[in-house]
């Protein structure tokens, strides 16, 4: 029978409204080249990416939900599967520039995916000054993980100018299941599954362990989650009810200046992470400044970092394998190294204590509840979102050597990063071949001027960079 959705996976299809599209994805510029050189030939690579699918079965299959709602939805391929319709060709208003491609970036996300078809699409922007390429990539949450969405990678990309060769592609999609077929091995799955805590006691004692174990962790995080939202305070620039339509700031840094300060700063400078973290509470700091927002000494703003699971417990699956953390950006800290010395201290607690708290929580109970009670908690942790954090800013390392796409050197990479309920914006960041590129997805109405704060993020790095060592000593001491 067709795989299922985990929970978590399916606990993004449900979280999805009209507001709150969960589409995560990338925004990537390319070099084709100059005058003199042969034009980047858009149907080829369109090709390429149809030779290509075999390598990623995902995007292939689309979500069916199971009738009567007796099973989480399962995965099944697309008999009328249109590389046509996933696969699509714009192009920018002359001359063509960063602003354009920011703009049409922003529309893009603004469309949610259709449902009926497999949950991805790709753009290939054409008319982008200075001989480029954007190639904008879309796909639904439930399908990857921040890690994982690089599995688009794949298709699109290779290690050498000269593209790799693939084995001849024979997909012939399998037969789709009937309705009946789908309710009698949800029912049969059910009967077979422990659905509570207490019956699992009639299996073995290393299964015993391991549901006690699982079911602890979650409780842990729902109590976390719960204390977390009792104290948390919205702010009003972040936390605003949002619309459909979007807005997407980038900022393009270098990966060297972001070790720089983590070496200059010493045990105060924490990890690279901490860095990126302490730039994005640096640049808010700034923004918020520029808007004339009150900002007091013990002023925070609680970011939800997500953490990738993959490889934590050795087993190869699919899926989303993500937990979460909080952190509270200082903000109300004036001196950078200060800030950056706050937060790597909270990342260094939460390593040793081991405990992720986070709007995941409500759905690690999901395998032992109905799929009807798993979509209600999935849109309650949603809804409390602004109560819990204040912004998601997630950091996946890339590719450390360059990337080419049918001989086109990738130039950047920008990560794509959903809204929740009351969210005005998410900060993605991804380090690709000596850089650190970071997308604000960001609601059209609610954050205006999302440029600003792209810009607050260079000011908000070279502001690190420049503050001298002695500065971290004296901090310590």
């Given at each position: 029978m067709p795989e299922r959705l985990t929970p978590l996976d399916a606990s993004f299809l449900f979280m999805e409204e009209r507001t709150t599209a969960m589409t995560v994805g990338g925004v990537m510029t390319f070099e084709t080249g100059s005058d003199e050189d042969e034009p980047f030939d858009v149907d080829a690579f369109v090709r390429l990416i149809g030779d290509r699918l075999a390598l990623v079965p995902r995007y292939r299959q689309k979500v069916r939900e199971v009738p009567g709602r007796l099973g989480l939805p399962v995965w099944v391929d697309d008999p009328d599967f249109d590389l046509s319709y996933h696969v699509r060709r714009s192009a920018l208003p002359a001359p063509g520039s960063d602003v354009a491609l920011r703009e049409l970036v922003g529309r893009l996300l603004s469309r949610q995916l259709d449902r009926s078809r497999p949950l991805w699409e790709i753009y290939l922007v054409e008319g982008f000054e200075g001989h480029r390429l954007a190639i904008v990539t879309k796909t639904h949450h439930a399908m990857v993980d921040g890690l994982a969405s690089m599995d688009i990678g794949a298709v699109l990309l290779d290690t050498t100018p000269k593209p790799r060769e693939v084995d001849p592609d024979d997909w012939r999609p399998a037969r789709e299941p009937t309705g009946l077929e789908l309710a009698a091995s949800a029912v049969v799955e059910n009967m077979l599954r422990p659905r509570s805590a207490v019956d699992a006691v009639a299996r073995s004692a290393a299964d015993l362990r391991q549901a006690a174990s699982s079911v602890r962790r979650s409780l842990g995080g729902l109590a976390d989650a719960v204390r977390t939202a009792s104290r948390g305070r919205p702010v009003g620039a972040l936390n605003a009810p949002i619309g459909e339509q979007r807005r997407f700031g980038m900022a393009r840094t270098s990966l060297f200046e972001h070790r720089v300060i983590r070496r200059r700063h010493g045990a105060g400078g924490?990890?690279?992470?901490?860095?990126?973290?302490?730039?994005?509470?640096?640049?808010?700091?700034?923004?918020?400044?520029?808007?004339?927002?009150?900002?007091?000494?013990?002023?925070?703003?609680?970011?939800?970092?997500?953490?990738?699971?993959?490889?934590?417990?050795?087993?190869?699956?699919?899926?989303?394998?993500?937990?979460?953390?909080?952190?509270?950006?200082?903000?109300?800290?004036?001196?950078?190294?200060?800030?950056?010395?706050?937060?790597?201290?909270?990342?260094?607690?939460?390593?040793?204590?081991?405990?992720?708290?986070?709007?995941?929580?409500?759905?690690?109970?999901?395998?032992?509840?109905?799929?009807?009670?798993?979509?209600?908690?999935?849109?309650?942790?949603?809804?409390?979102?602004?109560?819990?954090?204040?912004?998601?800013?997630?950091?996946?390392?890339?590719?450390?050597?360059?990337?080419y796409a049918m001989g086109a050197r990738m130039r950047d990479m920008f990560p794509v990063v959903p809204l929740a309920h009351g969210q005005a914006v998410a900060i993605g960041v991804t380090s690709y071949d000596g850089t650190v590129c970071y997308g604000l997805n960001a609601d059209r109405d609610a954050l205006p001027d999302v440029d600003t704060l792209a810009a607050a993020i260079d000011d908000s790095l070279a502001e690190l960079k420049e503050a001298p060592a002695a500065e971290a000593e004296r901090t310590s001491g």
């Open positions: 924490g990890s690279v992470n901490d860095v990126v973290l302490a730039v994005v509470a640096g640049a808010l700091r700034r923004w918020l400044v520029s808007r004339g927002e009150p900002i007091f000494a013990d002023s925070v703003v609680r970011a939800m970092v997500p953490v990738s699971m993959r490889g934590r417990t050795g087993a190869a699956t699919s899926g989303n394998q993500i937990s979460a953390v909080f952190v509270e950006l200082p903000v109300g800290i004036a001196d950078t190294v200060e800030r950056l010395r706050s937060i790597a201290v909270q990342m260094e607690a939460r390593k040793r204590f081991g405990r992720s708290a986070g709007t995941t929580a409500v759905v690690g109970l999901a395998g032992l509840t109905t799929p009807a009670v798993h979509q209600m908690g999935a849109r309650l942790s949603s809804r409390l979102s602004s109560r819990l954090f204040n912004v998601v800013v997630t950091h996946v390392p890339g590719p450390p050597r360059p990337l």
